[in-house]
């Protein structure tokens, strides 16, 4: 029993000494890329064809601000932009590809839990975060001409990550890095057809819960910076 309590106490002495203290603050900056191609196979009648479609790119790069409330215990408030191109499945006269291309922007207040494993060292770091984002982008219509797209919705979401994990190479220094999540996302579109008295009112919404298998192929790397 002696020893249960001599290791309990050592225990929680490495705890306290590798904490995030209260009154902590850290600057940190992200990045997120995607990319690649799907490969399908269609058959029609007695033959076979291969077909290959290029997922949509996705580019994100983010900053954020932390502030440690508690031991260990961090809020935080980030600022997101995100680049999205996809092809719209349409070819034109010369056999160019068209795309879609969408910019989000988005603000994402969020909080962080440190959990020591190494002390000083490596920390596994589960947070849940809020995001209200903004849309806005263009369609190509040829490989020279644009179109604005319209009625982009407003973008409110939810999230967990669980695989989320933070190395310490220096006192000041932290390199983040998270994979997959629970997400909730709703859109919400408003928009006006018609003129004078023939208004019409649109509203449109979209509730989506996953958890994000597609994101294990999406990890996020970051570097923070403490200052106390």
């Known amino acids: 029993m002696k ?3 001599l290791f309990a106490a050592a225990l929680f002495a490495c705890v306290s000494m590798s904490a995030q203290l209260k ?3 850290s600057i940190s900056g992200n990045l997120m890329f995607n990319a690649g191609n799907q490969v399908g196979t269609v058959k029609y009648g007695t033959s076979t064809e291969t077909e290959k479609k290029p997922n949509p790119i996705n580019f994100g790069a983010g900053i954020s601000y932390g502030y440690f409330v508690a031991e260990n215990c961090e809020l935080s408030l980030g600022v997101d932009f995100d680049l999205k191109r996809e092809w719209t499945n349409w070819e034109d006269s010369e056999a160019s590809k068209l795309y879609d291309y969408t910019n989000s922007f988005s603000l994402t207040p969020g909080f962080k839990y440190y959990v020591s ?6 920390y596994y770091t589960p947070n849940v975060y809020m995001g209200l984002g903004f849309n806005f982008g263009k369609t190509q219509t040829s490989s020279t001409e644009t179109v604005k797209k319209e009625n ?3 973008v409110f979401g939810l999230g967990v990550d669980l695989v989320a994990f933070e190395i310490k190479p220096s006192f000041n220094i932290g390199i983040t890095f998270s994979l997959g999540g ?5 859109e919400t579109v408003k928009y006006e057809e018609g003129s004078g008295d023939s208004i019409v009112k649109f509203k449109y919404t979209k509730n989506d819960f996953k ?10 790397i970051g570097v923070k910076y403490y200052f106390f």
């Open 211 to 220: 958890f994000g298998f597609e994101s294990f192929l999406t990890p996020k």
């Open 182 to 186: 629970l997400y909730y996302t709703n």
């Open 23 to 25: 009154g902590d603050m």
């Open 3 to 5: 020893k249960i309590v």
């Open 117 to 122: 494993i190494v002390d000083d060292l490596f």
């Open 152 to 154: 982009l919705p407003f």
